[in-house]
């Protein structure tokens, strides 16, 4: 759980001075993005994490509950600041973050309810800085009941430990999200192949994201994400953009809440990443991770030739 603290700049420096445009604080943290986009739909969600004795932890926790997620299992970790995420934008798309754990580094053992986790039908990951929440949850997935799916949004501080450090968690996960460069440095192979070094691991399915508008030789159009499981492949067009994108921080994490409600309802997978690339799409409108973020009724009111049926 972090607090995202976004500056829009003329440009990112390495060494210098420049003018910052706007200032904003939002909501944020992998993880949280993808439960607080689930609630939105209609899913009966719940968030385990610590925030700070703070006024950045309450807000974390009221954007939480303006959702409807429980928020019983949120440790308050008192003399800990909350997390904190400082992001860097500029007019060229470019975007530089600095990660502030803050409490979310003493989330432990005696924070997780495994017999609350083992209600879920799916528990989703995120990455931690620390090595010991990264332990928390190996331990905790070894212990997850066998009808529990994980599914695993390991970013660029995961898929930097790499492949080796990542076995025990992989061999677990049902659903495996990364964008095509986590994918590069998590395996060092390209989307395809590492996707099959995945499910070598044991992994039920790979969710690839691609970036905008992608072109894949030999596959028409304007791609949004790549999906694979032991037997089939698919292709996810993109989605329509919005008539003005606001912000892509948190498209991945859209993407996966849409991804992760088809799976709850039993969507083939094509039609699961059909509606992460459309709910993506929604985050791109509003600044921040979550002001765009489409309820129930405006997901199914924008999809296309489908009489509104998800």
Do not use: W
């Not at 445009?21 to 949280?32: D, H, L």
């Not at 719940?46 to 409807?68: C, I, Y």
């Not at 803050?102 to 990951?125: C, K, M, T």
């Amino acid at each position: 759980m972090n607090l995202d603290l976004f500056y829009s700049v003329e440009r990112v420096v390495i060494d210098g001075e420049v003018t910052v445009k706007s200032v904003a604080r939002r909501p944020g943290g992998s993880a949280a993005n993808t439960v607080y986009g689930l609630a939105r739909l209609g899913v009966k969600s719940g968030f385990v994490g610590a925030t700070g004795n703070d006024g950045e932890g309450q807000f974390l926790r009221r954007s939480f509950e303006s959702a409807g997620v429980d928020i019983s299992r949120i440790s308050i970790k008192v003399g800990a600041p909350t997390g904190a995420v400082l992001a860097l934008t500029d007019l060229l798309g470019h975007r530089a973050l600095y990660v502030s754990p803050g409490a979310n580094s003493f989330l432990g053992p005696e924070d997780v309810d495994l017999a609350y986790l083992n209600q879920a039908s799916i528990v989703h990951f995120s990455a931690f800085v620390s090595d010991n929440q990264f332990q928390l949850q190996n331990d905790v997935s070894r212990r997850l009941a066998p009808g529990v799916k994980l599914s695993l949004a390991p970013g660029a501080l995961y898929a930097a430990r790499g492949f080796q450090s990542m076995k025990a968690l992989l061999s677990r996960t049902h659903t495996l999200f990364l964008n095509r460069a986590e994918m590069k440095q998590l395996t060092g192979r390209a989307f395809r192949e590492g996707a099959g070094l995945c499910l070598a691991e044991s992994c039920r399915q790979i969710v690839v994201t691609l970036g905008k508008g992608a072109r894949i030789p030999g596959v028409k159009g304007n791609l949004a994400a790549y999906v694979r499981d032991s037997a089939n492949e698919y292709f996810i067009p993109a989605a329509r953009p919005p008539a003005q994108v606001v912000d892509t921080t948190g498209a991945g994490d859209a993407f996966a809440a849409g991804f992760l409600y088809g799976l709850l309802l039993d969507k083939d997978p094509y039609r699961c990443g059909m509606l992460g690339a459309l709910v993506a799409s929604f985050s791109l409108t509003a600044m921040g991770a979550r002001d765009g973020l489409p309820t129930r009724e405006q997901l199914l009111a924008a999809l296309p030739a489908t009489g509104g049926k998800a």
